[in-house]
C-alpha cells in the first residue's frame, strides 16, 4: 500500500548528479515524462476500446462528422496522440461534449482543481497532524492506540462520509422532534455551499480508507528510528532539548509519507464530493464519466494524474533542500 | 494491528462469512422482485426475519447475503488480472535489472499516478460497467503496486548466494525464478497484496453501488445500495442501514488484519 | 574542598534480567589522569562508561551501585536520591556539564541536518544557560573548543556537515561537542576503533593534550598497544568483572591469563613485541 514510499527510496538510492539544479531538473524531467505517458495511457484507454466510442453517445449519429475530425479518427493512434500533445501544450484540451457543451475543458478543468485544492490540501494536512500527534505521543510505546486507528481508518471514505452524514441528521431529528432545538441551516444538507458539508468531507478524507493508519504507522515508524539514532543519543547525554534535532529529521520522511497519500486522497476527493455534494473536479468527473464526455472526463483525469506526479516531485524537492546528505557540493 | 494470532484469526472471520456468504448465495435463489412486500415494512428482527426488513418490506437478511455476489467473482478476477499483469512484468524487470527494469518501473509509474479511482471510472465511462470491466479496471489499477514489490523483493535477491549457488549447478533461469524466487520468496507479498486488492475491490464495488450510474442497480442487492436506498429513512429499521455498513467495515478490516499478519520484516 | 576532581564508581551491577552485564565493579579517574578500562566486546565497558551518566539501557534493567562526581565544589550522587525525578536530575547535572561522552560512532553522533558549527554553539549556549550556580573560566566560543579537539583551522571545519567529514575528523568533532560545556572529565568510548593507524595517532595525541590541560579521561578500548602509550592506570574486564588491575607503565609484567591473551593477541596481530 506505499508504492510511492517505495519508489522514492528507489530513486534515492540511484546516483545523484552533481549540482541541485541539476537535480531537480532531473525531477521535474521524469515528472514530465511520467504525464506524458498518463495522458497517452488515457488516449489509449479511450482509443483501443473495441466498440466505437461515438455509438455509446447519447446524439452520437448527429455529431459524428464533427467528431470525427476533431478527434482525428482518421489518424493512426501515434499521430492522434501527438496532435492531442500538440494542443494541449498550447492549452487546447478539447470542448466539453456533454456535461457543458461548448465550453472548453482547460477551463472547466482548471476550476474544478481549484476549487477541489480546498478540500484536498486541508485533508492531507489534518491528517498528517493527527498521525503525528499521535504517533509523537505513543511511538516506541506498545500502545493500543496503533490498532485503534487502523479499526477506525479502515472504513472506506464514503462509509465514513455516510454514517457522518447519517448520525448528524438522525441526531438532529431526534433533538427536533424532542423540541431541543430549533431547525438549523445546514440540516438535511440543501444545495448550497456549507462549511459543515466541507468539514465532513475533510474529516472523512483525512481519516477513511487506510489514510490515518498508514500516515500514523509511518510517523511512528520514522520517529521511532529517529529518536533511537546517535545523534539524540548524543543531545541526551549532553543534556540539550532534543525536539530542535528530532524536528528538522521528521521533516524529509514525512513529505515523503504525505506525497505518497497524494493519489489515494484524489481517489476520495472523486467519492466524498459526490457523496457530499460538493462542486469540484470529483463530482464534475462522475457527470464526465456518467454523461460520456470523452474531452472533459480525460482533461479531468490528467490534470489529477499531473497533481500527484506534482505531489511526489514536491516531496521529492523538499527532501533534497532539507538533507544537506544528497546534495553534493560540486 | 498487533500479529497475535487471535487477532489474525478474529479478523479472518469476517472475510470467511463473506466467502460463505458467496456459496450460499450462488447455490440458492433470492427473488429480488419477488421480495418486495410494503405491508412488512421496516420490521425488526425477529426467528423468521433475522436483520428484519428495509423500507420496501425486503429481507435485510438475504439481501446482505446475496450482495456478496456484487464482487466476490469479480474481486476474484481482479485479484487474477493483476496477478497476470504484475507478476511477470515485476519478475522480469528485477531478474534482469538494467534498461528492462527501468522501462518496467516506467510504466508502473505511469499507470500509478493515475489515481485507481479515477482510472476505474474511465474504464466504466469507456466500456460500460459491467462487473467484468470493473474488474479488469480494478486490476490492472492494483498492478502497479504489486509488480514494484516484487521488482524490489527480486532485486534484493539477485546477487544472493542461493541464486548463485542454482545457476553453478546448472539449473535454467526460468526454474530459478520459477520456483525459487517467485514461490519461496514472494508468495507471501503477493498473497498480502491479493488480500488488500480484494478489500480494495470491496470499497469500489460498495461505492459505485451506492453513488449509483456505475455499479450494481436496483433490484439487485449490494451492500452499497443497500445504504443508498435507506438513506433518509428516519428510524423505522435501524438494522437495514447498520447491517450492511458493519458487512462493509468488518470485511475490509478484517482482510486487512490478515494481510498485514502477511508482512515480513522489512516489507514496506 | 576536595584535593582533586574526580569521577568515581562504586560497587556497580547492571543486571539485565537473568543476566548480569556488570559485577560489583569500582573505579575512580581522577582529574588529569587516563584511566584505561580494557576488555573484548561484550565485557561491559560501554555499560561501565554509560552508568556515569545515567543512561543505560538495558532492558528490563537493575542498577546498582554509587556514581560519585566531585568537581570544584559540586560533589554529586545521584543514587543518594530517593526520589527518581531527583535522581534524574541530579544524572542531568552530570551529563555534559561535568561528564563528557565521547562516543565510538562518531558520525552516528553528530546531527545530520546540522552543521559542525551550528551544533558546537549549540552546547555553548547549554554551558551559558546555567553558568550563574558555577564558577565557568570564561565563555568560550566554538572555534576555542575545535581547536581544542585538534583542528588547527576551525574556521574551516564550522560550515561543513557531517557526511563531509572523515573518520578522524568526526572523531574530534564530537571531543569538541564532548568538553564545550565545560566538562572536565571525558568518557571516551573506543575512540580510536576503526580508525586509521595515523589517524589513531593523532587522536591519541589529542587525549594526551587533553590530560595536560587537566582533563580526566577513562579510555575504554580493547587494544592494548594503545592503552601502553597513554594510561596511567589499566583495569581489565571480562565478562562484568574487574580480573587485573595495575599502573600503565608495568604492561610488560606478568599478569592475570586474560591480560596476558589480551597482550598476546595484540601482539599477534602487530606482528611483533610492543
Same mark, same amino acid.
Given at each position: 500500500m506505499s508504492e510511492a514510499i517505495e519508489t522514492t527510496r528507489n530513486l534515492a538510492r540511484d546516483r545523484a548528479v552533481s549540482s541541485l539544479a541539476i537535480q531537480i531538473g532531473f525531477r521535474a524531467g521524469w515528472f514530465a515524462l511520467t504525464l506524458l505517458g498518463a495522458a497517452f495511457l488515457v488516449e489509449v484507454l479511450l482509443w483501443a476500446s473495441p466498440g466505437d466510442p461515438i455509438d455509446l453517445l447519447p446524439n452520437g449519429e448527429d455529431l459524428r462528422p464533427l467528431l470525427e475530425r476533431e478527434w482525428g %479518427?482518421?489518424?493512426?493512434?501515434?499521430?492522434?496522440?501527438? !496532435?492531442?500533445?500538440? !494542443? #494541449?501544450? *498550447? /492549452? =487546447?484540451?478539447?470542448?466539453?461534449?456533454?456535461?457543458? &457543451?461548448?465550453?472548453p475543458v482547460r477551463e472547466l478543468v482548471v476550476d474544478a482543481w481549484i476549487r477541489s485544492m480546498g478540500l484536498l490540501?486541508?485533508?492531507?494536512?489534518?491528517?498528517?497532524?493527527? #498521525?503525528?500527534?499521535?504517533?509523537?505521543?505513543?511511538?516506541?510505546?506498545?500502545?493500543?492506540?496503533? /490498532?485503534?486507528? *487502523?479499526v477506525v481508518s479502515v472504513a472506506p471514505v464514503f462509509l465514513f462520509a455516510y454514517l457522518l452524514v447519517v448520525g448528524?441528521?438522525?441526531?438532529?431529528?431526534?433533538?427536533?422532534? /424532542?423540541?431541543?432545538?430549533?431547525? &438549523? =441551516?445546514w440540516f438535511a444538507l440543501p444545495d448550497q455551499p456549507s462549511w459543515v458539508r466541507t468539514a465532513l468531507a475533510i474529516a472523512a478524507m483525512a481519516i477513511g480508507s487506510g489514510c490515518l493508519t498508514e500516515l500514523h504507522a509511518g510517523s511512528e515508524n520514522e520517529l521511532v528510528q529517529i529518536r533511537t539514532s546517535g545523534f539524540i543519543d548524543a543531545v541526551r547525554a549532553r543534556g540539550g532539548p532534543a525536539a530542535p534535532h528530532v524536528l528538522p529529521n521528521l521533516v524529509a520522511p514525512l513529505a515523503t509519507l504525505a506525497a505518497g497519500r497524494v493519489g489515494f486522497l484524489v481517489g476520495g476527493l472523486v467519492v466524498v464530493e459526490k457523496v457530499l455534494l460538493l462542486n469540484g473536479a470529483g463530482a464534475l468527473m462522475?457527470?464526465?464519466? %456518467?454523461? !460520456?464526455?470523452? &474531452?472533459?472526463?480525460?482533461?479531468?483525469?490528467? #490534470?489529477?494524474?499531473?497533481?500527484?506526479?506534482?505531489?511526489?516531485?514536491?516531496?521529492?524537492?523538499?527532501?533534497?533542500?532539507?538533507? &544537506? !546528505?544528497?546534495r553534493r557540493r560540486p | 494491528m498487533s500479529r497475535r494470532p487471535e487477532s489474525v484469526f478474529l479478523g479472518a472471520i469476517p472475510p470467511a462469512l463473506v466467502l460463505c456468504a458467496w456459496g450460499v448465495s450462488v447455490l440458492t435463489d433470492y427473488d429480488v422482485v419477488a421480495d418486495v412486500d410494503p405491508s412488512r415494512a421496516g420490521l425488526g428482527p425477529s426467528p423468521a426475519l433475522p436483520f428484519g426488513t428495509d423500507h420496501m418490506g425486503r429481507d435485510v437478511f438475504w439481501r446482505t447475503v446475496t450482495a456478496s455476489e456484487a464482487f466476490v467473482g469479480p474481486a476474484l478476477v481482479a485479484c487474477a488480472v493483476a496477478l497476470a499483469i504484475a507478476v511477470p512484468l515485476g519478475a522480469l524487470a528485477g531478474y534482469s535489472g538494467g534498461t528492462t527494469a527501468r522501462a518496467v518501473r516506467y510504466l508502473f509509474d505511469v499507470v500509478a499516478s493515475v489515481p485507481r479511482f479515477v482510472l476505474v471510472l474511465l474504464a466504466c465511462m469507456i466500456y460500460g460497467s459491467d462487473p467484468l470491466v470493473l474488474a479488469t479496471a480494478a486490476g490492472a489499477s492494483y498492478a502497479p503496486g504489486l509488480g514494484q514489490a516484487v521488482y524490489a523483493r527480486l532485486e534484493a535477491l539477485r546477487g544472493a548466494e542461493f541464486v548463485l549457488a542454482a545457476r553453478a549447478h546448472g539449473l535454467s533461469d526460468a526454474r530459478i525464478l520459477g520456483r525459487h524466487l517467485l514461490w519461496v520468496n514472494c508468495r507471501r507479498l503477493v498473497g498480502r497484496h491479493l488480500l488488500y486488492l480484494f478489500g480494495f475491490f470491496l470499497i469500489l464495488e460498495t461505492t459505485l453501488s451506492y453513488i449509483g450510474g456505475f455499479g450494481i442497480e436496483e433490484p439487485q442487492p449490494s451492500w452499497g445500495n443497500m445504504l443508498a436506498f435507506e438513506f433518509g429513512q428516519h428510524g423505522m429499521n435501524p438494522l437495514a442501514t447498520l447491517v450492511p455498513a458493519a458487512a462493509i467495515w468488518l470485511t475490509v478490516l478484517g482482510t486487512v488484519i490478515v494481510a498485514d499478519a502477511l508482512a515480513e520484516p522489512g516489507d514496506v | 574542598m576536595y584535593d582533586a576532581d574526580y569521577i568515581a564508581v562504586d560497587s556497580l551491577t547492571v543486571r539485565a534480567g537473568e543476566a548480569v552485564l556488570v559485577q560489583d565493579l569500582s573505579l575512580r579517574v581522577n582529574a588529569g589522569e587516563i584511566v584505561a578500562l580494557v576488555g573484548e566486546s561484550g565485557s561491559g565497558k560501554t555499560l561501565t562508561a554509560r552508568s556515569f551518566l545515567g543512561l543505560v539501557r538495558a532492558r528490563p534493567g537493575v542498577v546498582a551501585g554509587h556514581v560519585t562526581v566531585a568537581v570544584g565544589t559540586e560533589l554529586v550522587r545521584p543514587h543518594e536520591c530517593t526520589d527518581d525525578g531527583d535522581r534524574e536530575a541530579a544524572f542531568d547535572r552530570i551529563r555534559g556539564r561535568l561528564v563528557g561522552y565521547l562516543p565510538q560512532d562518531a558520525l552516528g553522533w553528530l546531527d545530520p541536518l546540522w552543521t559542525i558549527g551550528r551544533q558546537v554553539d549549540e552546547v555553548v549556549a547549554l554551558a551559558s544557560r546555567g553558568s550563574s550556580d558555577r564558577s565557568v573560566p570564561g565563555q568560550q566560543g566554538a572555534f576555542h573548543w575545535l581547536r581544542l579537539a585538534g583542528f588547527s583551522r576551525p574556521e574551516r571545519i564550522v560550515s561543513l556537515y557531517p557526511h563531509e567529514l572523515s573518520g578522524g575528523m568526526a572523531q574530534r568533532a564530537c571531543i569538541a561537542l564532548a568538553l564545550a560545556r565545560g566538562s572536565r572529565f571525558l568518557l571516551a568510548d573506543e575512540p580510536t576503533t576503526g580508525l586509521d593507524p595515523t589517524v589513531q595517532q593523532g587522536i591519541l595525541r589529542q587525549v594526551l593534550a587533553l590530560k595536560k590541560r587537566n582533563i580526566g579521561i577513562l579510555f575504554i578500548t580493547h587494544d592494548l598497544r594503545v592503552v601502553h602509550r597513554v594510561a596511567d592506570e589499566?583495569?581489565?574486564?571480562?565478562?562484568?568483572?574487574?580480573?587485573?588491575?595495575?599502573?600503565?607503565s608495568s604492561l610488560g609484567d606478568a599478569r592475570h591469563p586474560v591480560t596476558t591473551r589480551l597482550l598476546k593477541a595484540t601482539v599477534r596481530i602487530s606482528g611483533g613485541p610492543l
Amino acid at each position: 500500500m506505499s508504492e510511492a514510499i517505495e519508489t522514492t527510496r528507489n530513486l534515492a538510492r540511484d546516483r545523484a548528479v552533481s549540482s541541485l539544479a541539476i537535480q531537480i531538473g532531473f525531477r521535474a524531467g521524469w515528472f514530465a515524462l511520467t504525464l506524458l505517458g498518463a495522458a497517452f495511457l488515457v488516449e489509449v484507454l479511450l482509443w483501443a476500446s473495441p466498440g466505437d466510442p461515438i455509438d455509446l453517445l447519447p446524439n452520437g449519429e448527429d455529431l459524428r462528422p464533427l467528431l470525427e475530425r476533431e478527434w482525428g %479518427l482518421d489518424l493512426p493512434l501515434a499521430a492522434r496522440f501527438l !496532435r492531442f500533445v500538440g !494542443r #494541449a501544450l *498550447q /492549452g =487546447d484540451l478539447g470542448t466539453s461534449l456533454t456535461v457543458h &457543451p461548448g465550453t472548453p475543458v482547460r477551463e472547466l478543468v482548471v476550476d474544478a482543481w481549484i476549487r477541489s485544492m480546498g478540500l484536498l490540501v486541508p485533508s492531507l494536512l489534518a491528517s498528517l497532524a493527527t #498521525a503525528l500527534a499521535l504517533a509523537w505521543w505513543t511511538a516506541g510505546t506498545p500502545s493500543k492506540l496503533r /490498532g485503534l486507528v *487502523q479499526v477506525v481508518s479502515v472504513a472506506p471514505v464514503f462509509l465514513f462520509a455516510y454514517l457522518l452524514v447519517v448520525g448528524i441528521n438522525d441526531a438532529t431529528f431526534a433533538l427536533l422532534e /424532542g423540541g431541543y432545538i430549533d431547525r &438549523p =441551516d445546514w440540516f438535511a444538507l440543501p444545495d448550497q455551499p456549507s462549511w459543515v458539508r466541507t468539514a465532513l468531507a475533510i474529516a472523512a478524507m483525512a481519516i477513511g480508507s487506510g489514510c490515518l493508519t498508514e500516515l500514523h504507522a509511518g510517523s511512528e515508524n520514522e520517529l521511532v528510528q529517529i529518536r533511537t539514532s546517535g545523534f539524540i543519543d548524543a543531545v541526551r547525554a549532553r543534556g540539550g532539548p532534543a525536539a530542535p534535532h528530532v524536528l528538522p529529521n521528521l521533516v524529509a520522511p514525512l513529505a515523503t509519507l504525505a506525497a505518497g497519500r497524494v493519489g489515494f486522497l484524489v481517489g476520495g476527493l472523486v467519492v466524498v464530493e459526490k457523496v457530499l455534494l460538493l462542486n469540484g473536479a470529483g463530482a464534475l468527473m462522475w457527470d464526465a464519466c %456518467l454523461k !460520456r464526455d470523452y &474531452p472533459l472526463a480525460m482533461g479531468l483525469a490528467i #490534470a489529477a494524474a499531473a497533481i500527484v506526479a506534482l505531489a511526489n516531485l514536491v516531496g521529492d524537492l523538499v527532501r533534497f533542500s532539507v538533507d &544537506p !546528505r544528497l546534495r553534493r557540493r560540486p | 494491528m498487533s500479529r497475535r494470532p487471535e487477532s489474525v484469526f478474529l479478523g479472518a472471520i469476517p472475510p470467511a462469512l463473506v466467502l460463505c456468504a458467496w456459496g450460499v448465495s450462488v447455490l440458492t435463489d433470492y427473488d429480488v422482485v419477488a421480495d418486495v412486500d410494503p405491508s412488512r415494512a421496516g420490521l425488526g428482527p425477529s426467528p423468521a426475519l433475522p436483520f428484519g426488513t428495509d423500507h420496501m418490506g425486503r429481507d435485510v437478511f438475504w439481501r446482505t447475503v446475496t450482495a456478496s455476489e456484487a464482487f466476490v467473482g469479480p474481486a476474484l478476477v481482479a485479484c487474477a488480472v493483476a496477478l497476470a499483469i504484475a507478476v511477470p512484468l515485476g519478475a522480469l524487470a528485477g531478474y534482469s535489472g538494467g534498461t528492462t527494469a527501468r522501462a518496467v518501473r516506467y510504466l508502473f509509474d505511469v499507470v500509478a499516478s493515475v489515481p485507481r479511482f479515477v482510472l476505474v471510472l474511465l474504464a466504466c465511462m469507456i466500456y460500460g460497467s459491467d462487473p467484468l470491466v470493473l474488474a479488469t479496471a480494478a486490476g490492472a489499477s492494483y498492478a502497479p503496486g504489486l509488480g514494484q514489490a516484487v521488482y524490489a523483493r527480486l532485486e534484493a535477491l539477485r546477487g544472493a548466494e542461493f541464486v548463485l549457488a542454482a545457476r553453478a549447478h546448472g539449473l535454467s533461469d526460468a526454474r530459478i525464478l520459477g520456483r525459487h524466487l517467485l514461490w519461496v520468496n514472494c508468495r507471501r507479498l503477493v498473497g498480502r497484496h491479493l488480500l488488500y486488492l480484494f478489500g480494495f475491490f470491496l470499497i469500489l464495488e460498495t461505492t459505485l453501488s451506492y453513488i449509483g450510474g456505475f455499479g450494481i442497480e436496483e433490484p439487485q442487492p449490494s451492500w452499497g445500495n443497500m445504504l443508498a436506498f435507506e438513506f433518509g429513512q428516519h428510524g423505522m429499521n435501524p438494522l437495514a442501514t447498520l447491517v450492511p455498513a458493519a458487512a462493509i467495515w468488518l470485511t475490509v478490516l478484517g482482510t486487512v488484519i490478515v494481510a498485514d499478519a502477511l508482512a515480513e520484516p522489512g516489507d514496506v | 574542598m576536595y584535593d582533586a576532581d574526580y569521577i568515581a564508581v562504586d560497587s556497580l551491577t547492571v543486571r539485565a534480567g537473568e543476566a548480569v552485564l556488570v559485577q560489583d565493579l569500582s573505579l575512580r579517574v581522577n582529574a588529569g589522569e587516563i584511566v584505561a578500562l580494557v576488555g573484548e566486546s561484550g565485557s561491559g565497558k560501554t555499560l561501565t562508561a554509560r552508568s556515569f551518566l545515567g543512561l543505560v539501557r538495558a532492558r528490563p534493567g537493575v542498577v546498582a551501585g554509587h556514581v560519585t562526581v566531585a568537581v570544584g565544589t559540586e560533589l554529586v550522587r545521584p543514587h543518594e536520591c530517593t526520589d527518581d525525578g531527583d535522581r534524574e536530575a541530579a544524572f542531568d547535572r552530570i551529563r555534559g556539564r561535568l561528564v563528557g561522552y565521547l562516543p565510538q560512532d562518531a558520525l552516528g553522533w553528530l546531527d545530520p541536518l546540522w552543521t559542525i558549527g551550528r551544533q558546537v554553539d549549540e552546547v555553548v549556549a547549554l554551558a551559558s544557560r546555567g553558568s550563574s550556580d558555577r564558577s565557568v573560566p570564561g565563555q568560550q566560543g566554538a572555534f576555542h573548543w575545535l581547536r581544542l579537539a585538534g583542528f588547527s583551522r576551525p574556521e574551516r571545519i564550522v560550515s561543513l556537515y557531517p557526511h563531509e567529514l572523515s573518520g578522524g575528523m568526526a572523531q574530534r568533532a564530537c571531543i569538541a561537542l564532548a568538553l564545550a560545556r565545560g566538562s572536565r572529565f571525558l568518557l571516551a568510548d573506543e575512540p580510536t576503533t576503526g580508525l586509521d593507524p595515523t589517524v589513531q595517532q593523532g587522536i591519541l595525541r589529542q587525549v594526551l593534550a587533553l590530560k595536560k590541560r587537566n582533563i580526566g579521561i577513562l579510555f575504554i578500548t580493547h587494544d592494548l598497544r594503545v592503552v601502553h602509550r597513554v594510561a596511567d592506570e589499566v583495569i581489565v574486564l571480562k565478562d562484568g568483572q574487574v580480573v587485573d588491575r595495575f599502573a600503565g607503565s608495568s604492561l610488560g609484567d606478568a599478569r592475570h591469563p586474560v591480560t596476558t591473551r589480551l597482550l598476546k593477541a595484540t601482539v599477534r596481530i602487530s606482528g611483533g613485541p610492543l
